[in-house]
């Protein structure tokens, strides 16, 4: 089976890509031309803004942020006090080996954190800086800070209500916790609309935003390190090769499913998240002197009325919108990874969750932000912007930087695409069956986006698969909203077990009995 996928994802992309050079590749024009109109009209309805002080908000930043808020006060913040308890449970204090579920807690984490922690990490940061200065750092910490509570209740309904299939891999998220949940309320036919609509926007935003947008940033990169359009191999028209070859390697991981793409996700992550800090680290230290002027920027610029970017509101704005955007919290794609998480106390997986926002957000972003600011990086009439204006920022300490940055941005495209291709199939699975069927034509369909989208100018594209993405949120929330009682109830639940000193093994029954004595 293997080898028929492979084979077929390489003739398709070859076949695809000699039917584009044939056509002196104006097939991306011709595709981004049909699909702008549809683009255009559909990110109009999602990032619809409200001006606010002459600044545009958009209405599903409010949504998100709203919904952020609204659980963390809720759950009694929950963000701030269960930390200590998501430390114990990633480091396997409560670890059942014998529960129902693919991965450890751990696995689950870096499973999720590679969907998230990427190229916003690198690009969307330094963008936010450069329109919204050094405060907006200030705002993309708190966006993380209440992003936190959204994954703790979403990833604990994920795994609340999963199905364990006969074969023992697990299909949960939204999909089934909107159907499933909202049975329970009485709400059965609103539960299988939501959960069927939020199911298709995933595939979109698999297939756009977690695939082709990645691999066409991951080619740009490393071509522009290997010589640039016309001096490297892969460019002048080679750029389908280099989507072949990652085509092939996600391929390879995304065959053996949950399990495979843990074990590959449980290396990758730490690995490229410690070499992205050590290197800023590196400037830190290098610029050891300006770290305290720069939190004074931060902090000032996050209430100056004469920031840049629009005063206070501009500078809020830029900050929250990337760090809602970058964390994806509310969003519900993290709780497809979190759900196949070996264990028989689902709340367990929502202490897990929160610190996905915590990682990606309050710790990458705030060191991204930090190098922009200490080095000045964000003044520089020439810096540019996204990654250029970050690889300019660690070019001042470490000139070489541009070919450590390309392999991070390589690494990141890779672990975000193997778990979006996850993400995707549940959905695609949770639309058409669960069968051998569904599960192979949906990992073709993907690679062989691998292989398109590498030399491909699709703008359009990826500002549908954008919008898609930013859409599963609207059902999503609404679900959480609905079924966060649940949640609470087990929250409490299990903070009486760990309150307990007579360390009886984690249990359903123990849990309960120690809630009982509470």
């Known amino acids: 089976m293997k080898r028929i ?82 430390l114990d449970i990633v480091r396997g204090k409560y670890n059942q080996a014998d529960a129902p579920g693919e991965v450890t807690h751990f696995q689950a984490l870096t499973a999720a954190v590679s969907g998230t922690v990427g190229l916003g990490n690198i690009a969307g940061v330094a963008i936010a800086i450069s329109l919204g200065g050094p405060g907006a750092t200030f705002w993309m910490i708190v966006a993380g800070l209440l992003g936190m509570s959204s994954k703790f209740v979403s990833c604990t309904l994920g795994v609340k209500y999963r199905n364990v299939h006969a074969d023992g891999t697990v299909s949960g998220g939204p999909m089934h916790y909107l159907s499933k949940g909202m049975k329970e309320r009485g709400m059965a036919g609103v539960g299988r609309f939501l959960a069927a609509f939020f199911a298709v926007m995933c595939i979109g935003g698999a297939i756009g935003a977690g695939n082709m947008f990645q691999i066409n940033q991951a080619t740009q990169q490393f071509i522009a390190v290997t010589g640039g359009e016309a001096g490297s191999w892969f460019g002048d028209g080679n750029a389908w090769i280099f989507g072949l070859i990652m085509a092939v390697l996600v391929g390879l991981v995304i065959l053996g499913g949950m399990k495979s793409i843990a074990r590959v996700t449980e ?81 367990t997986e929502g202490f897990v969750g929160l610190l996905e926002p915590f990682i990606d957000t309050v710790v990458v972003c705030t060191i991204t932000a930090l190098v922009i600011v200490v080095t000045g990086a964000y003044q520089m009439d020439a ?136």
């Open 5 to 86: 996928l492979l084979s077929a994802v390489l003739s398709l992309g070859a076949c695809s890509t000699l039917f584009a050079q044939a056509n002196n590749m104006t097939i991306d024009e011709k595709i981004d031309a049909a699909v702008a109109p549809a683009a255009q009209f559909i990110s109009d309805i999602i990032f619809y803004e409200v001006p606010v002080g002459g600044i545009g908000i958009p209405l599903i930043l409010v949504w998100l942020l709203a919904g952020a808020a609204f659980f963390t006060v809720y759950l009694g913040f929950i963000n701030i006090r269960g930390f200590r308890h998501s």
């Open 267 to 347: 290396k990758v992550v730490p690995l490229m998240c410690a070499v992205y800090i050590i290197a800023a680290i590196a400037v830190l230290i290098s610029n050891f002197t300006l770290i305290p002027g720069a939190f004074a920027a931060i902090f000032e610029g996050a209430f100056s009325a004469t920031a840049i970017g629009g005063g206070v509101v501009g500078v809020m704005l830029q900050g929250l919108r990337r760090g809602m955007f970058s964390n994806e919290a509310g969003i519900g794609s993290a709780s497809i990874a979190h759900s196949a998480v070996k264990t028989n106390v689902p709340v």
């Open 383 to 518: 810096a540019g912007d996204g990654i250029a204006l970050t690889s300019t920022a660690f070019a001042t300490v470490i000139d070489w930087f541009p070919m450590i940055l390309a392999a991070a941005v390589i690494l990141f495209a890779f672990s975000t695409m193997i778990t979006w291709s996850y993400y995707g199939l549940k959905s695609w699975t949770y639309l058409f069956g669960h069968n051998k069927v569904a599960d192979v034509s949906f990992k073709l369909l993907f690679c062989t986006f691998v292989v398109l989208g590498a030399p491909m100018q699709l703008a359009s594209v990826v500002a549908f698969s954008d919008a898609m993405l930013f859409a599963m949120s609207i059902p999503n929330m609404i679900g959480l909203y609905l079924l966060s009682p649940f949640v609470k109830r087990e929250m409490q639940d299990f903070l009486a077990y760990a309150r307990s000193s007579n360390n009886t093994p984690l249990t359903k029954e123990a849990v309960k009995a120690e809630a009982a004595k509470a």
